[in-house]
Nanobody, 120 residues
């Protein structure tokens, strides 16, 4: 079953905004460590922003001041607000959440990704 699902991607003009959503289910929780990553064509997947269970964030330098991560634990949903988008932000964006397993190490669970295209 799908445990992490992203949505909210699309085509936007440079300077525009998008908000991505990441819905977790089952034993996967956005309240644990989670993050947003992206992969552009021909490039490796890169970290965009991560947030710890305690709320400490780590943003990629190129998105600081433009992107904001947040989460609603009650809805088990994470968000990535992206403002002042640039063509170089074009990529497939992935959400990573953490699944806690009693007596076993936590595991990362990835979504299928959502395409973000910034172009005029």
């Amino acid at each position: 079953q799908v445990q992490v699902e992203e949505s909210g991607g699309g085509l936007v003009q440079p300077g525009g905004s998008l908000r991505l959503s990441c819905v977790a289910s089952g034993r996967v929780s956005v309240a644990n460590s989670m993050g947003w990553y992206r992969q552009a064509p021909g490039k490796e997947r890169e970290m965009v922003v991560e947030i710890t269970s305690g709320g400490v964030t780590n943003y990629r330098e190129s998105v600081k001041g433009r992107f904001t991560i947040s989460r609603d634990n009650a809805k088990n949903t994470g968000y990535l607000q992206m403002n002042s988008l640039k063509p170089e932000d074009t990529a497939v964006y992935y959400c990573r959440c953490t699944k806690i397993q009693l007596g076993r190490p936590p595991v990362n669970v990835w979504g299928q990704g959502t395409q973000v295209t910034v172009a005029s």
